[in-house]
Structures are given as structure tokens and as C-alpha cells.
């Protein structure tokens, strides 16, 4: 870049916009994000701490709050290796074979992300709740899934499904079907192939997908609050939480508990953007649909 | 590239293979797939399929199923009722008004991102993600209470006779907060591929720099600016978590289209909420449906 300049002789190329124009631009898109992104973010930890540091902890040091805490890490610790196994599934069986249909299945994986948390949440209690498919079968056999821990997972599954299928299958067909045809070709069985040759080319992608699904998994609510009753203590994510705490107009509960996902969402981006240093040209969300 | 169509070949002379496709021209491709020498096609295709069905395809039929078991006049009734169209009317016009002022913000963005380099580009960079990062019931209270009346920056909206918050203008901001990366990360891609030699000849052509980002630059980022307005738009209709709190809920006023159906559900009138859900879903799909349409389009060009 700096030799570019010099051999030009400080003039301006015809692609480079007047200083003007770029102040205009970056001013303009720095109030922007100012106004959209960073007061909410500001505004949490401001309204957690209004009471001071002590109150702010009090509310997420007491036994509804850390049962949301933990009924959150154990949903994303099924819904998340659930899902990055299924990714290496369907990306190996899409990308590494060649067959007819092949654009309507990933679209089909893809669905989830169109349809409303709502709805997501609304499709398991038409199957599992009282009145469902399976609701007499399941209250003569003692089962709940509605209302109870697996239907929140059974929730953030369906939210989080595409997370890492659509962040394998790009990868991994732009990294083509030779060196896996090779491994084959030696003798190594498919196993050993997928192992030693495929899971080292995709290690960051799958680190990616699994970081972007860990986070809706644990942020989700829309699809969790249909399935989840709100019985405190029991079936109360850390989202969920909020809402009750806000909506019993106790703020300095909800923001606290709010700016500890916050720090989850910090730490997402921070690794999110250390990814993307290691592995190049993964810009982000729009990479399986970004039209290149 | 040679070498992986010997292995392609050198599979299909299996016994079971060469006798369904004898010594045709390999170019001629088979019923279903072609076989790779890649093995486990059949394993990882069963569970794909399997999973899919188990956890997306069949629980997704079961709502159209519900929705189904009433009469024709029933679902109409229902999904035509005054207040579900004032719901719609809302969820649709709220997630576009959003997506239009994020197609503005968002191209400005990505130009910005991709164009110049500033000081703490980096998290600017980080920071456009914080809408996918962020659970959106936090976005939503911290939301409703900095646009509430007395909230940071609702105090200076109410002396201008702006209510923001329990509001469809509060909706709308909750859905600019969560579209804006979907328009961002859809455009960037395309704008650092696009080639500067153009704009360099429309330029030594004798265009101006205004006529050259009006004429060539733009027209080139239409499909993915089309593409991240329609994600960005299909996400805010179906919006929920990020919405209720700033949105106020009021009947016929603020009432968004996934409240309605969480509103049916705890009535126990589920295939009342079913209904509204098949609305919802014909409208998702059809999106999905333009988005891949945008796509197939764009690629024509390349």
C-alpha cells in the first residue's frame, strides 16, 4: 500500500473518494452504530449499575438466577454439539458427493432461519403438548416435554440448526473432493480420511459455526418462551429471566442479568473476529448466501 | 483435476455399478448421483435426512396440519380477522420501513468497511455482528428503556412531539437494531470482489466521481443489496424478542403478528394460532423463494 503511494507520487487515484467525502461517510456511519448498537450496550451496564456494583451482583448471586444460568449452559452444551454433528453430516454428504436435488436440501436446511421464533416454538407444542400428536401418550406415560427442559432444547435445536451446516458446506466445497480421493486412493478408510484430511482443512469454519450457534442457543427466547411455562427456578433460561425480572419492574435485576449475556455476546465477537484473522475471507453471517 | 476423474472412473467399474451403467459415455450422468470415490455418502445422507425431517420438516407440517382442521371459512375467519390484519399490517410495514433505512445505513456501512481505513475500523468491524451476538431480550429492554419518555435519548424525542417507545416507531427501531448485519454482511463481500478497473475507466472516460458510484458502482451491488433487504426484512417480520418490550402491545395499534399467535396460544385456541403461523410461513417462504430468485439472477452475470 505504502509503495503504491510513493510510486504514484501522492496522486490521488480515480478510485479514491476526496477527503470530504470520506469524513462524510465514516461520520455518518460511526453515529449511526453510535446511536443503534453502542448505547444499548452502554444503557445495560449503566441501568445494571445504577445501584451500585453490590446490588447489580446480589442479582445474579441468588438461586432463580443461577438456575437460569445453569438450565442455559446445559441446553446449549445438548442443542450445540447436536447440531455441529449434524453440520458434519449434511456438509460431508452435500459437499463431498454429487447428486440430484442437492440446492432444495440445503435450502430446506436453511428453513429454520426463515420461520419465526414463534412459530418454531408453536410447531413442538402442536406435537408434544396436552392437546398435541403425542399428548395423551406422553400424560399416560409421566413424560413432559412441553413446559419442561426437553422441549426448550428441542427449541433451541430447531432455532440453531443451520448454524454450522451453512458455514461447513461453502467450505468445504470450495475445498473440492481431491485430497479426500487421494487419502481413499492410499488406502485410509473414510473415517481416517475425514479425520486426517477434511477435519483439519475445516476446523475453523466448524469453530465458527459452533460459535455463532452457541450464542443464539444460549440469547434465544421468541421459540423457549412458547415451550418453557416460565416456572422459575425449573424452566427459566437466562433470558427468560430478564423478562420476568423487567416485566416485575425489579430493573437492576433484569440488566444485571442482562449485561452477563452481554459479556457472552463480548466474548462471541472478540473470538468471532480472532477467527477471522487466523482463517480470511470469512466475512461473517452472509458468507453461505453473500453471492460471491 | 486429471487425476480425480481416473478415481471417479475407476469406482463406477464396480460389479454392481458397471452393470446398471454399462459402457456408456461417462459424461452421461446417472438417475440419482454419480459415485465418488468418497465413501460414506450413504451414512451421512440417512442422518441428514433423518434429522431434518425429525426436527425441522414433519414438526413444521404439524402447523399446517392444525391449521387445517378447520373448515376453509374458518381459517379465513381467523386469518383475516380485524385485528390479525392490523397485525400483519404492523410486522410487514414496521420490518420494511426498518429494512429501507438499513439498506440506506448498511450500503454506507459495508463502503465504509470495505473502502477506507480509519482508526478503530476493527470494532466497527466487530461491532456490526452485535445484533446476531446479542440475546434479542437484552436488545429489547435496553431498547425500550432508552427510547421510553424519560430514557436517554427518548427525553429529547418528546419535546419534539415523538413517542418512540410502545409504539409502532419503537417496532421499527427494535427491527433497524436487528436487520442491520444481515444488509452489511451481504454487501461487503460483493463490493471488495467488485472490480476498481471499472470505476478507474468509467473515470478515465471522463465520469465523475458521482456519476461513476451512481452508474456502475451501485447497479453492480443491486442483487446483494436486494438479497440483505430481504433477509433483513424476512428476520423482522418474524421478529419477537427484541420487539414486545419497546412495542407497547396494544391491540389493533402495537400488536405484533408473533404476539398474536403466543396471545392465541394461551387462550388454548391452537389451531387459531396455527392459523396465523401458516400466514406467517406462507410470507417466510416466499421470501426464501425471491431471496434464491435474487441469487440465481446475480450469478447470471458472473
Known amino acids: ?292 | 483435476m486429471w487425476r480425480a476423474r481416473t478415481l471417479d472412473d475407476d469406482q463406477t467399474m464396480t460389479a454392481e455399478t458397471a452393470a446398471r451403467r454399462p459402457p456408456a459415455p461417462p459424461s452421461k450422468r446417472p438417475l440419482f448421483r454419480r459415485r465418488s470415490a468418497i465413501p460414506g455418502f450413504g451414512l451421512t445422507m440417512g442422518v441428514t435426512l433423518t434429522v431434518l425431517s425429525l426436527i425441522v420438516l414433519i414438526p413444521l407440517s404439524a402447523v399446517v396440519l392444525k391449521a387445517a382442521q378447520q373448515s376453509p371459512a374458518e381459517f379465513w375467519a381467523v386469518a383475516t380477522s380485524q385485528r390479525s390484519l392490523a397485525a400483519y399490517r404492523l410486522s410487514f410495514g414496521a420490518a420494511f420501513v426498518a429494512a429501507v433505512i438499513n439498506g440506506v445505513f448498511g450500503v454506507l456501512t459495508a463502503w465504509a468497511l470495505v473502502r477506507y481505513d480509519f482508526p478503530g475500523k476493527t470494532l466497527v468491524n466487530a461491532l456490526v455482528d452485535l445484533p446476531f451476538a446479542l440475546p434479542t431480550a437484552v436488545a429489547g429492554i435496553a431498547l425500550a428503556t432508552l427510547y421510553s419518555p424519560n430514557g436517554w435519548v427518548g427525553q429529547f424525542l418528546t419535546p419534539l412531539g415523538i413517542k418512540a417507545a410502545y409504539n409502532p416507531v419503537g417496532v421499527t427501531i427494535a427491527l433497524i437494531f436487528i436487520g442491520l448485519p444481515f444488509v452489511v454482511r451481504t454487501i461487503e463481500p460483493v463490493l471488495r470482489d467488485a472490480a476498481e478497473d471499472v470505476e478507474e475507466a468509467a473515470a478515465s472516460l471522463g465520469a465523475n466521481r458521482i456519476d461513476t458510484i451512481l452508474r456502475i458502482v451501485l447497479p453492480a451491488l443491486a442483487p446483494a443489496w436486494l438479497t440483505g433487504f430481504a433477509m433483513a426484512f424476512a428476520r423482522g417480520v418474524g421478529e419477537y424478542g427484541s420487539v414486545i418490550f419497546i412495542a407497547g402491545n396494544m391491540p389493533y395499534k402495537s400488536e405484533i403478528a408473533p404476539l398474536l399467535i403466543i396471545i392465541q396460544l394461551e387462550q388454548f385456541e391452537y389451531a387459531r394460532a396455527a392459523t396465523i403461523a401458516v400466514v406467517m410461513l406462507t410470507v417466510s417462504f416466499t421470501m426464501l423463494l425471491i431471496i434464491n430468485a435474487i441469487q440465481a439472477w446475480a450469478r447470471r452475470f458472473d
Request: proline residues 4%; hydrophobic residues 55%.
Open chain 1, 1 to 292: 500500500m505504502a509503495a503504491a503511494k510513493n510510486s504514484l507520487e501522492g496522486r490521488r487515484r480515480a478510485t479514491d473518494d476526496p477527503l470530504w467525502a470520506k469524513v462524510l461517510v465514516i461520520g455518518t456511519v460511526m453515529a449511526f452504530l453510535a446511536l443503534v448498537l453502542i448505547l444499548p450496550l452502554a444503557a445495560v451496564f449503566a441501568e445494571a449499575l445504577r445501584k451500585g456494583l453490590d446490588a447489580a451482583l446480589l442479582a445474579i448471586n441468588n438461586a432463580d438466577a443461577l438456575a437460569a444460568v445453569k438450565l442455559t449452559l446445559i441446553t446449549a452444551a445438548i442443542a450445540v454439539p447436536f447440531n455441529a454433528a449434524f453440520g458434519l453430516c449434511a456438509s460431508w454428504a452435500i459437499a463431498k458427493h454429487d447428486f440430484k436435488g442437492k440446492a432444495l436440501l440445503i435450502t430446506l436446511i436453511d428453513l429454520p432461519f426463515s420461520v419465526s421464533p414463534v412459530v418454531a416454538g408453536l410447531i413442538y407444542v402442536l406435537i408434544f403438548g396436552l392437546q398435541g400428536w403425542f399428548g395423551d401418550y406422553l400424560v399416560d406415560n409421566d413424560i413432559k416435554i412441553i413446559f419442561a427442559v426437553p422441549g426448550i432444547v428441542l427449541a433451541t435445536v430447531f432455532v440453531t440448526f443451520p448454524f454450522v451446516a451453512r458455514e461447513l458446506i461453502p467450505l468445504m466445497q470450495e475445498q473440492g473432493t481431491a485430497e479426500e480421493e487421494a487419502a481413499v486412493s492410499m488406502g485410509a478408510s473414510g473415517l481416517t480420511t475425514f479425520w486426517r484430511v477434511t477435519a483439519p482443512n475445516v476446523r475453523w469454519g466448524l469453530m465458527y459455526g459452533v460459535l455463532l450457534c452457541n450464542a443464539r442457543a444460549m440469547g434465544e427466547f421468541g421459540a423457549v418462551s412458547v415451550v418453557s411455562g416460565h416456572i422459575r427456578g425449573l424452566t427459566n433460561t437466562m433470558p427468560l429471566h430478564v423478562e420476568i425480572l423487567y416485566n416485575e419492574y425489579d430493573f437492576v435485576g433484569a440488566f444485571a442479568v442482562a449485561a452477563l449475556l452481554c459479556l457472552l455476546a463480548v466474548v462471541t465477537l472478540v473470538l468471532k473476529t480472532a477467527l477471522e484473522v487466523v482463517q480470511p475471507g470469512n466475512s461473517g453471517f452472509g458468507r453461505g448466501r453473500g453471492g460471491h
